[in-house]
């Protein structure tokens, strides 16, 4: 207590005020708009575990992908954080989210790679027509995950190791020309002969042709530039 004294009358006690420090910083709020935490780079293409990662909550998840929301679930696991059809390299980049382990937020760099098809339309063959028509992307993974086809994605299996892919200009990854036919020709065959898009055929010493390709093509290089190009895929 302290002693205080009026100007006329007996002294006061008056208590005193506590100190007060400065007012303690509210915790920030956690930034909810993935748009901002993802950036351009992925195109508005996330996992649901890399969503939850950043902090966005199952239940703001959920009610985004409500029927009439801004979000779009795409795949099991894959969201679009917009709606409306999706562009020919957001369907390739969820098709790889797709099928990267689950749980994790991505594929590890060549962990899962883009072959078949998208491969070699991408490098300009005429009868893959052109990368924005594909009805179907096939992706590549190691022969001992468990990865079913689903939606427009379809799955190939690696007999062996993964085989070394290369990063492509708009940042995916894929395998090269050479290993696209190689995947692509067994689920042609299996599709039968009267598929939209024929399987390629070797000409003769397709195969010897077909190791010069895989080992003197730069990745990515278009086949018709290629010096072990044997002339495989016709129209």
Known sequence: MIRATPLSGPPLLVEPRPLVGPRPLAAPRPLVDPLLLVGADQQHIVTRAQLRGLGVPSGTIAHRLRPGGPWQRVLPRVICLQTGRLTAHQRLRAALAYAGPKGRPAPEAGEVLLTGAAVLADAGLPSAGHPADLAEVDVLIPGQRRVADRGFVRIHRAGGAMPGGFERDDGL?????????????????ADGAGSARSAPRPSSGGTANSVSCSTSCSPGRTPARCPGWPGWWRS
């Open 173 to 189: 990854w894929s395998t090269s020309v050479a290993r696209a036919l190689a995947d692509l020709a067994p689920r042609e065959r």
